[in-house]
């Protein structure tokens, strides 16, 4: 979470918001393509999204807030979600975690001092066959360990 | 909020009441009969049996996530939600058994678990529902030691906050838990003993409608938020009106009144003295003192809700500006000198009656409050009529709705609102000219908001954007953005849609009106010089808007009219008021609830003091006093003759007075000096006078010029009724005695007693009673009833016995209805290239009027001085940025305050608020006025904006003489 955000321009903010008020229950698109576009949900963006959709700064922040992926801040270049629920744990997933956070030296949530990595915590990826699970940029990846996923990480790094 | 002090049926019923067909059900073996849709919670707590609950509460709809309320239903699995669940024909419910009973224990268990162990010490002790319930369900034990939690900042497992103190320095402080949020001046937010039970964000929705709090996160993240990351609560949309503080069931959100005085131990129902909403409220009582208003549930104009005014801004009763003893002074450059009572009436009385004599009967007069009872103003007009025997007796009435009396008076026969209320449920189509409720009648606004939520349309016709179009969660909204001092051309073009599209209610009019009439009047409006089209030019409404408007009016179901100053104070004030009666009349508008035309009143007893007869050529009920019977209703009561000459209006005294023919004034909670327009004529009137006689709370602008202070007494003060915008007479309750020694109406009668009227009221009943024998509309109402039935709407008499919440129901007051033609007539305040822009005038939320009142409360956070909205265009051209100094100026004269840039106002158009004496809005304000009634026109007038450095001569010389006049010599020993 180190990375300073660079604030985008009010006109790509109507931009998007334009984009999508045509639909019904415009709000969640248009966090996705801001998210999309931006790599997070930027501060600045609430009052304007409240105003454009007649809610108010609390009911859009009460939304993203809610969900753990909209991001208020940008992740690092590499995004890695590892698996914490049950099926995972049962076949080493906490110890796989441990591994890689001490690895590269931070916590959940937390982004390599680089801005390379981010890690984060999910809870079941639907691959509790191939346990531990985890995510690499969106990707899934079955039988998961601490090499390849820091060696993933690393390779986006250099 | 518990109902500790509130009598048995004040109970919270849990979920709010529903309107269907009768179902009967049986709870714990008692048979209950309740409307269909009811929750099972409701109907239980209908049977007298109540159901432990946190997240429910009978101010907003079910929300079922607390599982405290859960019951056992015959022939139904498992334990469902008493709050969600509906009952249905013949369903027998179980509310105690060993399985819920022990379900409820859990869950209270867990609540516990993450709240701290304070009660003892907490600002909320005997007044907390999660102490309660705990006490309901018989939690006996917690068996869950701290873990991570919310509420110990030491991070020790300290259950306390004393225990916290003391082990403060060894843990690691604990990042969950959050301090108190004190940035509102009222209330506190404490996090730490949040329950998450959301009754705040849903009251701040539903009730409010404001929106300004959510719940940020999910699962053991969830913290109620005002506003987004960053915000507090002054820094929010919050708007202070308290719902969340009234819903919040533990310390959470509290008066920062109850933290410091402890919780009240009596309660009495009155009505608030702010705008003519008329909310009823608990003045909730230590003794004498007043620990904090609470909006009462059954009050039927506001039906528990309130404002940030009503609620919290009630300091200005206890201000130390308050003057609690009498003053005098021989002329207004000496300092006050304070005497007593008696000595101060027997200077005033000899005072009057000297300029009678010398200068005649009709050289004094008096003007009634619109703040004061109905009794005080009944009196202070009877002592004008009856003691100084002419009809020199006006309000300040004269300066808002004075075009409403006469417009509605003539087109349907009676001088006030047609509508309760309540009629905005039923409405489909809410037009709003004029008027901004949201700030200045906010309860009203917040019923208005919900119902447009549920789907009602609105048409705003004014020009500038209010806060009601870009509400929250409102749909479709037309915005006629008119310009200025063009209502009535605006409001015949939409009657010309309405005639020319045939989009008339013909039975309607056959039925109701006089068809011919009618005719004519159709005639005028579809000429086309009136058609949108041919006056978009002149009113700077799109011809395409303005059709869309009335076509939604015309055909949209009920339409109701809501209308404010923005109608009546303009030259054209009477004329636009015909116009919006014909509009109403045409389309059948009128006569059921969901309907109508109503005026939003501003002060708190605007429509009292016109009923009781405060005019100079009516008398009480809106009789003539050329009208030989009711005069003699009055001489026979008052054993005096009262004139049969209308008297002086307002600006014909302040005239004469610099004519040297009217010498003399009572004012009774009155500031005409500064709410009146050009405010330096009516400074040289004043000053023309030889007894000024001022009687109210505070050394006020008028007080300058006057010779006699005499100390009011505050609502909190008195026994007596106020009459709301919706003609409802609600009673006012004396909480404590009149800090100066006596009631308003004791020091009228006072004077009139040294005048040598020999009164001897003992009550303000008995002035009741006066009224009520002696006014036709007013026949059936008594104190007695009034406390029976909480309050009714007049015509209260013998065909309606229980009072009138909707008028002209079978047919007009006057008969038939009538419509006049409304001819266009333009202001002769015209834009040149001198004064090239409009400037308006408006109010905000947390201030009222002249500020008198609410300038002495911590409201002030909200709105510190007066400012001037201009549009960015016409800023960029005159070198006008965010904040700057700027010199307002006129033909009238000029003041200066602050800018602040916005596109609510159009190109052209300059708004400002007339709060602070600091501002002098009104030294700008020209003296034009209604062709009627001489309503001010204070909603347009021609100026230009300039920058300047900073006050101008005049507002220094003002706030110099002002120093000067209210200087106050101790009494002597």
């Known amino acids: ?158 | 909020m518990k109902d500790f002090i509130i009598p048995w049926d004040d109970r919270d019923m849990g979920t709010p009441a529903k309107q269907g067909a009768p179902v009967t059900v049986t709870v714990d073996g008692f048979a209950v009969t309740v409307p269909a849709g009811t929750s099972v919670m409701r109907a239980a707590a209908e049977a007298g049996i109540s159901v432990p609950k946190l997240c429910a509460t009978d101010s907003v709809e079910a929300f079922g996530s607390c599982r405290l309320c859960v019951v056992e239903i015959e022939g139904r699995r498992g334990t469902p939600a008493s709050c969600t669940t509906p009952v249905h024909e013949g369903m027998k419910v179980h509310t105690q058994s060993e399985k819920v009973k022990k379900i409820r224990r859990g869950v209270m268990e867990l609540y516990v678990s993450d709240h701290p162990l304070d009660c003892l010490t907490c600002s909320a002790n005997g007044d907390c529902e999660l102490q309660d319930m705990a006490g309901a369900v018989g939690l006996r034990d917690m068996r869950y030691t701290p873990g991570e939690n919310h509420f110990d900042p030491s991070g020790t497992g300290a259950r306390s906050q004393s225990e916290a103190r003391l082990r403060m320095p060894v843990g690691e402080a604990n990042p969950r838990y959050l301090p108190k949020d004190e940035s509102n001046p009222y209330f506190t937010y404490d996090p730490s003993k949040c329950i998450v039970c959301s009754r705040c964000v849903r009251a701040c929705e539903e009730v409010q409608g404001t929106f300004a709090l959510t719940i940020e996160g999910r699962g053991f993240e969830s913290r109620v938020s005002a506003g987004m990351a960053g915000d507090d609560f002054l820094t929010s949309d919050c708007v202070s009106c308290g719902a969340c503080v009234q819903a919040c069931p533990t310390a959470t959100l509290q008066e920062k009144s109850v933290a410091e005085m402890g919780v009240p131990d009596r309660s009495v129902v009155t009505t608030c003295a702010y705008c003519g909403v008329g909310c009823s409220f608990e003045a909730q009582m230590q003794g004498d003192q007043l620990v904090r208003m609470v909006p009462w549930k059954h009050g039927k104009a506001n039906r528990g809700h309130s404002c940030v005014k009503g609620r919290f801004a009630y300091g200005y009763a206890s201000h130390g500006d308050r003057i609690l003893h009498p003053m005098v002074r021989d002329s207004i450059d000496e300092p006050w000198r304070e005497v007593s009572w008696e000595e101060a009436i027997t200077f005033a009385a000899t005072k009057m009656r000297g300029i009678q004599e010398q200068y005649g009967r009709r050289s004094i007069g008096g003007i009634t409050s619109s703040r004061c009872t109905n009794e005080e103003t009944f009196l202070v007009q009877k002592m004008i009529r009856a003691v100084f025997g002419n009809n020199n007796t006006d309000t300040c009435a004269r300066v808002c709705h004075s075009p409403t009396g006469y417009g509605l008076k003539t087109t349907f026969g009676t001088s006030a609102g047609t509508q309760d209320f309540d009629s905005v449920e039923h409405t489909d189509v809410a037009v709003v000219i004029g008027a901004n409720p949201t700030d200045g009648h906010p309860v009203f606004g917040s019923r208005l908001k919900k119902r447009l939520r549920a789907g009602a349309k609105l048409i705003v016709i004014d020009p500038r954007r209010i806060d009601l179009l870009d509400s929250p969660h409102v749909g479709e909204a037309h915005h006629l953005a008119l310009t200025p001092g063009t209502n009535v051309a605006v409001l015949t073009a939409m009657a010309h849609v309405i005639v020319t599209e045939g989009l008339v209610d013909e039975d309607f009019i056959r039925s109701r009106c006089d068809w011919e009439e009618f005719r004519q009047y159709a005639e005028f409006a579809a000429d086309p010089r009136h058609s949108p089209e041919a006056t978009a030019l002149l009113t700077g409404v799109n011809a395409q808007a303005l059709r869309l408007a009335a076509r939604a009016y015309a055909t949209g179901g009920n339409g109701a009219i809501y209308y404010g100053l923005g109608v009546t104070e303009h030259s054209q004030g009477s004329t636009t008021v015909m116009a919006i009666a014909n509009l109403a009349m045409m389309t059948g508008n009128i006569g059921r609830p969901g309907v109508g035309v109503n005026p939003l009143r501003g002060q708190n007893n605007v429509q009292g003091s016109c009923d009781m007869g405060s005019f100079p050529h009516e008398l009480p009920g809106y009789r003539h006093v050329s009208d030989d019977a009711a005069r003699e209703v009055f001489e026979k009561v008052w054993g005096a003759p009262v004139d049969e000459e209308p008297g002086l209006r307002i600006p014909n005294m302040l005239d004469a007075a610099v004519e040297g023919t009217f010498r003399g004034i009572y004012i009774q909670g009155e500031d005409i000096l500064q709410s009146d327009p050009d405010t330096k004529h009516v400074a040289a009137g004043l000053a023309a006078m030889d007894c000024v006689i001022v009687h109210d709370l505070f050394l006020n602008e008028t007080a300058n010029y006057a010779h006699v202070f005499l100390p009011g007494s505050t609502f909190l003060e008195k026994d007596g009724t106020f009459t709301n915008a919706e003609r409802r007479i609600n009673m006012v309750r004396e909480v404590m005695k009149p800090k100066a020694g006596y009631a308003d109406w004791e020091v009228t009668q006072l004077l009139a007693n040294a005048m040598g009227a020999g009164w001897s009221y003992t009550h303000p009943r008995e002035i009741m009673d006066e009224i009520a024998a002696t006014t036709p509309s007013f026949a059936g109402v008594s104190f007695d009833l009034l406390d029976e039935k909480g309050s009714v709407q007049w015509p209260c008499n013998e065909a309606h016995p229980e009072g009138s919440p909707v008028m002209h129901v079978d047919g007009f007051v006057r008969g038939k209805g009538q419509f006049i033609l409304t001819e266009y007539i333009a202001t002769e305040e015209r834009t040149g290239p001198r004064f090239p822009l409009l400037l308006t005038t408006g109010r905000i939320l947390s201030q009222y009027n002249v500020g008198a009142q609410t300038r002495r409360t911590p409201n002030v956070v909200w709105h510190q001085e007066d400012l001037l909205e201009i549009h960015p265009h016409d800023a960029e051209v005159r070198g006008v940025k965010e904040g700057d100094w700027i010199k307002l100026a006129s033909r009238s004269g000029e003041t200066s305050l602050r800018a602040t840039i916005t596109d609510r106002v159009a190109p052209g158009v300059v708004y400002t608020t007339f709060h602070h004496p600091g501002t002098q809005a009104n030294v700008v304000t020209s003296d034009f006025s209604d062709w009627a009634t001489n309503c001010p026109e204070y909603k347009v007038t021609a100026v230009q904006v300039s920058p300047s450095n900073g006050p101008t001569d005049w507002q220094e010389d003002y706030a110099a003489q002002a120093a000067q006049s209210r200087r106050i010599l101790p009494a002597a020993e």
């Open chain 1, 1 to 158: 979470m180190t990375t300073q955000a660079a604030e985008p321009a009010p006109e790509a903010l109507a931009e998007i918001i334009e984009a999508h008020t045509h639909l019904e229950g415009p709000l969640l698109p248009i966090l996705h393509a801001m998210q999309e576009a931006f790599g997070f949900v930027p501060g600045t963006a609430v009052p304007v999204i409240a105003k454009a959709l007649k809610l108010t700064r609390a009911e859009v922040h009460g939304v993203i807030s809610f969900y753990h992926d909209f991001r208020e801040a940008p992740a690092g270049r590499h995004t890695v979600k590892i698996c914490r629920a049950e099926a995972c744990q049962a076949v080493g997933g906490a110890a796989l975690s441990e591994a890689v956070l001490s690895k590269l030296g931070i916590g959940w949530g937390e982004t390599t001092p680089d801005g390379a990595v981010t890690v984060e915590p999910v809870y079941c990826l639907g691959l509790c066959a191939c346990a531990p699970a985890a995510m690499v940029d969106g990707k899934v990846m079955g039988r998961a360990d601490a090499d390849r996923l820091t060696a993933l990480a690393g390779e986006g790094a250099a």
